[in-house]
């Protein structure tokens, strides 16, 4: 005799970067022990690539893990965890002047993504020449360590991969069309403060942010810290 199945719920919600309304279900037991295993690795990529992996197979519909932009990837996913788990997540956070831990509850439901609204993806370099970006998506990232983002050639990298077109008062030049040596060779010919420009449109990409002001338990030391990525609201 078959065991019978149980049927999950099915919501929806919004990818900020696109705006396309997507449907989903609540990862199982199967999906959580996939990602039990990567956290207890501690391994980024292997994270990275569990929580593609639940989306994949929580996401109603066909959709391109790798294309999502970073910041997508991790509501998706926090939308996920509050309908599989719970919404409310327990936290830690060290005070800034003694460092005791202090607990405390975050509402998963209600983190947003910051910043998006403000952030123009057209980089203006002179008057008549300029860049359109877009966001990095999850393959741009993929094997790049958090630490080596300020690392010249990461950013430079990341810098061309991010480019979709060149524009100038006569023509749009899209980057997929053009060798890569060629878009570098356009980056290198910019002076300093035009590059800045560019640089600057990765350093405020928009995120999931929020922040939090505590009195430590301890010292009662008043504490106003923000909780920024996707590791930050499981600490």
Known sequence: MALPIVNSSRYTTTIPSTGVEVEYRPYLVKEEKILMIAME??????IT?????????????????????????????LKLRAKSVGEVAEISLKCSECETPNEMTINLDELEVQGLEDHDNVIQITDTVGITMRYPSVADVAGINP?????????MKL?????????DADAVY??????????QDFLDS???SQFRKIAEFLQKIPAISKTLNFKCKSCNHENELELKGLESFFS
């Open 159 to 167: 810098i061309v991969s991010c480019m979709e077109s060149i524009f």
């Open 190 to 192: 910019l002076n300093s």
């Open 49 to 77: 690539k569990a929580v593609k992996d639940v989306i994949k197979a929580c996401v109603i519909g066909d959709i391109d893990v790798n294309r999502l932009a970073t910041f997508d990837l991790e509501f998706l996913f």
């Open 41 to 46: 690795s501690k391994d980024n990529v292997a």
């Open 174 to 183: 899209a980057c997929k069309d053009e060798s890569t040596k060629n878009v």
């Open 147 to 155: 630490e080596d983002l300020g690392k010249v050639n990461v950013v």
